[in-house]
């Protein structure tokens, strides 16, 4: 009896070595596809945010002046800093794999405005420190960071968040949290309702599988990033957010699905407003009909904002 147990303990023992070691595999390749920012693979195409960025930064550099702070877990933070003597303040969030540079068309729109403009990277991004992705999870916490810098330099300031796809649903983590009065509205450009719902989109396999892959991939990202991929969910945090939301998607958007933007709207208890650009790609609505784009975040702004 005592040699029947001795080998199913051995047994048991092997099988769950097995189980570990596989999962931490799998964990491992799916979080270095998605999360490690040094990384050379992607499970998306990077290249939706990265177009004439020599340009772009050479505008920046010309525009604008160098600024950083310290994240909660004391990492280096960049932005550049736009100040046009405005007492409105934008907060413009890039996407995944993007830099501050990859939003550049939306950032002169809002320049031509006259606002000031502070376009920050995001940890694992362009000139800020960090060693992961934060999907806009921990981010949200930098972005706070941001907002008590502006407020500590102007509390008078009136400020704006806007986001693009990862930085969407950054914009959207923020406004569940409690922030200062001076956040007066939030607009969310193609964000998702989780990162599990667009990790499972983006998986090519049965749902059964990419599920058992996600939670391989969540207990790796909890070790190495310390947040589970359960834990970043938007659609959540706007159903805390008190401060005004502007959603907008692109109606051919298959990158983060269409269908998304009626699924935050839906749970959203702030005012809100909903915009769908017909005929536009993922982060494409700026560009495939910037008058009805432009016009609807304006309008927004100045209806939540006092000049």
Known sequence: MKK????????????????????????????????????????FDSELYQKDTQDAQKWLEDKSVHLSISSYDDLFLHAYYIEQNNPIYAIMVHGYRGDSSSIISPVKHFYEQGYNLLIPDLRGHGQSEGDYIGMGWDDRYDIMGWIDYLVSQNPQAQIILYGVSMGGATVMDVAGENLP?????????????????????????????????????????????????????????????????????????????????????????CPKE??????????????????????????????????
């Open 4 to 43: 029947i147990i001795k080998i199913i303990s051995i047994i048991i023992l092997i099988l769950t070595i097995f189980i570990m070691g596989i999962t931490l595999y799998i964990g491992n390749y799916l979080y270095d596809y998605t999360l490690n920012p040094h990384s050379n693979h992607s499970l």
């Open 181 to 269: 009065s001076q956040v007066k509205a939030v607009i969310e450009d193609c964000g998702y309702t989780s990162v599990w719902d667009v990790f499972q989109y983006h998986i090519p396999m049965k749902k059964w599988q990419s599920e058992v892959a996600l939670h391989m991939a969540s207990l790796v990202t909890q070790i190495r990033a310390g947040y589970a991929l359960e834990d970043v969910q938007p659609i959540q945090q706007v159903q805390k957010s008190r401060i005004p939301i502007l959603f907008i998607h692109g109606q051919d958007d298959d990158f983060v699905p269409v269908d998304m933007i009626d699924e935050l709207y839906l749970k959203a208890n």
């Open 274 to 307: 909903k915009l769908i650009i017909k005929g536009a790609g993922h982060a494409q609505s700026c560009s495939t009909d910037a008058t009805t784009y432009y016009q609807t975040i304006f309008r927004f702004i100045h209806r939540y904002t006092k000049k």
